[in-house]
């Protein structure tokens, strides 16, 4: 009886541990984002004082948002914390980690690619920019002009990164991209030549970049919607969508 009252009372005391590293790192967070990029917030003994609490627990809050790409720790003369701005390469990194760390099924990444390739479509439709357009154009050319399945994987990337610069939605890149690359990303997708004929890939993106180019979002979202989930229904292999 003693021995388990003792083994919960340490658990106890683990929760406490991670909850007041929580909140520490909390308090940093938001004094970082109280300040311009590149503001010190601290020293170690500064910030363990601030918040009443030990140097160890403002490291470990530390590591949470250095892993977060929120803090910079400088070190020697002049060092501390200096507070950062996440870029988008951070923010992916640490989407991608919380989808590894929480796996979805092939089916609900289904649902997310498709949803947001058709979104991305429709709002890429809507774009006048006739610069952005004449680059679609191009990769429909190097699209229609490739004989080569091996080049399946390096001409969608092209594909999706001459639609991300025709629409100017930041968030909705991050997670599009974000959606994509991990649909690509996953052991079902490592190889992408021969799971779907390259003609009838190639068609499919065909009539996708025509009904964007004709700037018809309804047509361009229909396009996608079909031609994307037949694609993407190979690929994991469903039956049931």
């Not at 948002?65 to 990194?93: S, T």
């Not at 030549?193 to 004709?214: M, P």
Request: glycine letters at 6%; charged letters at 30%; one cysteine or more.
């Amino acid at each position: 009886m003693c021995i388990l009252l003792g083994m919960a009372s340490q658990s106890e005391r683990s929760g406490g541990k991670r909850q007041l590293v929580a909140q520490t790192a909390q308090h940093m967070r938001e004094r970082i984002f109280a300040s311009p990029p590149g503001t010190q917030i601290g020293s170690l003994p500064d910030l363990a004082r601030d918040f009443e609490v030990g140097i160890v627990t403002v490291q470990q809050a530390a590591r949470i948002l250095e892993h977060e790409g929120v803090l910079e720790v400088r070190r020697g003369p002049g060092g501390g914390y200096y507070g950062r701005r996440p870029d988008r390469a951070d923010l992916e990194r640490l989407m991608f980690a919380f989808m590894r760390e929480e796996p979805a099924s092939r089916r609900e990444v289904l649902d997310i690619t498709s949803l947001l390739f058709n979104r991305l479509c429709a709002s890429a439709a809507r774009c006048t920019d006739e610069v952005q357009r004449e680059n679609l154009r191009k990769v429909a050319e190097r699209i229609a002009m490739s004989d080569d399945g091996k080049m399946i994987g390096p001409l969608e990337a092209d594909l999706q990164d001459a639609l991300f610069h025709m629409v100017d939605r930041p968030l909705f890149e991050l997670l599009t991209r974000v959606a994509l690359g991990f649909a690509q990303n996953d052991d079902a997708s490592q190889n992408l030549t021969g799971v779907f004929e390259l003609e009838q890939w190639k068609h499919s993106r065909h009539r996708i970049i025509e009904a964007i180019l004709q700037q018809d979002p309804e047509l361009a979202q229909f396009e996608a919607n079909r031609q994307n989930r037949e694609v993407l229904v190979r690929l994991y292999n469903l039956d049931d969508y």
